[in-house]
């Protein structure tokens, strides 16, 4: 294939912003592919519901689309469902439910956090983060699993805005509220992370970014995810009480739970432009 000039459109952020994101983090470069933000494109890939107007001379067949969301998010409505359809050769998204083509069940190949040259010892077993959102049942699972591992002894450390709510003893040193990018990950064996909502194959960052940590995701979410990341994950279940019994498990036993996990391959499953060439074919 000869050079593909891709522009990303999308509905939250431009064009600029968005080469700026793929190309920071993509630790593979290839010659054939560039991402551009002129409008000299021969390709195009539609993040969310954005609705361009694609230049002159760009078939269908070099225009897909990625959902950034899970559907409940997504906004979607009839116009873009009308614009996909027209202008779309294939959208990627988690569940396609009754949509029509060219819509198809597929990961979003989600933004994540660069990866980092050298990571810390591994002195910590295992984190969870919380934020204050509450919408979702992944929102609200997060704080019943925090509540939780709180009752117990267990050293597993909570990040994230959540930690200030009143339900929580602030005097708790597991408590870590505010994090920096890559504090719940570098130096841990394990991280408790759980999708905002459950979905086919939508999956996100939650679980991209402990992977290329090399640390073990102890995993709620996407139900298809053995299929993009095989004999990486340890599954939760939702059930708060079976869940906290393979926590505690995970902490007294951890070598139980390892996983070999190469980060050099699952940067290569998640990334963008690794994988782009096939997903236009």
Same mark, same amino acid.
């Given at each position: 294939?000869?050079?593909?000039?891709?522009?990303?459109?999308?509905?939250?952020?431009?064009?600029?912003?968005?080469?700026?994101?793929?190309?920071?983090?993509?630790?593979?470069?290839?010659?054939?592919?560039?991402?551009?933000?002129?409008?000299?494109?021969?390709?195009?890939?539609?993040?969310?519901?954005?609705?361009?107007?694609?230049?002159?001379?760009?078939?269908?067949?070099?225009?897909?689309?990625?959902?950034?969301?899970?559907?409940?998010?997504?906004?979607?409505?009839?116009?873009?469902i009308d614009y996909a359809i027209k202008h779309i050769h294939r959208y990627y998204i988690g569940d396609?439910?009754?949509?029509?083509?060219?819509?198809?069940e597929k990961n979003g190949y989600l933004l994540y956090n660069m990866r980092l040259k050298e990571l810390?010892?591994?002195?910590?077993?295992?984190?969870?983060?919380?934020?204050?959102?509450?919408?979702?049942?992944?929102?609200?699972?997060?704080? !019943?699993? %925090?509540?939780?591992? @709180?009752? =117990? *002894?267990?050293?597993?450390?909570? &990040?994230?805005?959540?930690?200030?709510? #009143?339900?929580?003893?602030?005097?708790?040193?597991?408590?870590?509220?505010?994090?920096?990018?890559?504090?719940?990950?570098?130096?841990?064996?394990?991280?408790?992370?759980?999708?905002?909502?459950?979905?086919?194959?939508?999956?996100?960052?939650?679980?991209?970014?402990?992977?290329?940590?090399?640390?073990?995701?102890?995993?709620?979410?996407c139900v298809n995810i053995e299929k993009y990341f095989p004999n990486n994950i340890v599954k939760l279940?939702?059930? !708060?009480? %079976?869940?906290?019994? @393979?926590? =505690? *498990?995970?902490?007294?036993?951890? &070598?139980?739970?390892?996983?070999?996990? #190469?980060?050099?391959?699952?940067?290569?499953?998640?990334?963008?432009?690794?994988?782009?060439?096939?997903?236009?074919?």
């Amino acid at each position: 294939m000869s050079l593909i000039r891709i522009r990303i459109f999308a509905d939250f952020c431009d064009s600029i912003q968005a080469k700026k994101y793929i190309d920071k983090i993509s630790y593979y470069n290839d010659d054939k592919i560039y991402i551009t933000d002129d409008d000299e494109y021969t390709h195009v890939i539609i993040w969310n519901t954005a609705m361009p107007n694609i230049r002159e001379g760009i078939p269908k067949e070099n225009v897909i689309g990625f959902a950034y969301e899970p559907l409940v998010y997504l906004r979607l409505t009839q116009d873009f469902i009308d614009y996909a359809i027209k202008h779309i050769h294939r959208y990627y998204i988690g569940d396609v439910y009754n949509l029509p083509a060219p819509f198809v069940e597929k990961n979003g190949y989600l933004l994540y956090n660069m990866r980092l040259k050298e990571l810390k010892p591994k002195n910590n077993r295992m984190s969870i983060i919380i934020s204050q959102k509450l919408h979702q049942e992944g929102h609200k699972y997060r704080h !019943v699993l %925090a509540n939780a591992i @709180l009752k =117990t *002894d267990l050293p597993i450390d909570i &990040y994230g805005r959540g930690c200030g709510f #009143d339900v929580y003893d602030q005097s708790d040193t597991r408590l870590k509220g505010i994090f920096e990018r890559y504090e719940p990950y570098d130096g841990y064996s394990f991280h408790i992370c759980i999708e905002n909502v459950g979905s086919n194959h939508y999956f996100s960052e939650k679980i991209i970014n402990p992977l290329l940590m090399n640390v073990v995701p102890v995993y709620l979410g996407c139900v298809n995810i053995e299929k993009y990341f095989p004999n990486n994950i340890v599954k939760l279940t939702g059930d !708060v009480t %079976a869940d906290m019994l @393979l926590i =505690t *498990d995970i902490m007294n036993n951890p &070598y139980n739970y390892r996983k070999n996990i #190469d980060i050099d391959e699952i940067e290569k499953k998640v990334s963008l432009k690794h994988n782009v060439e096939e997903l236009f074919e």
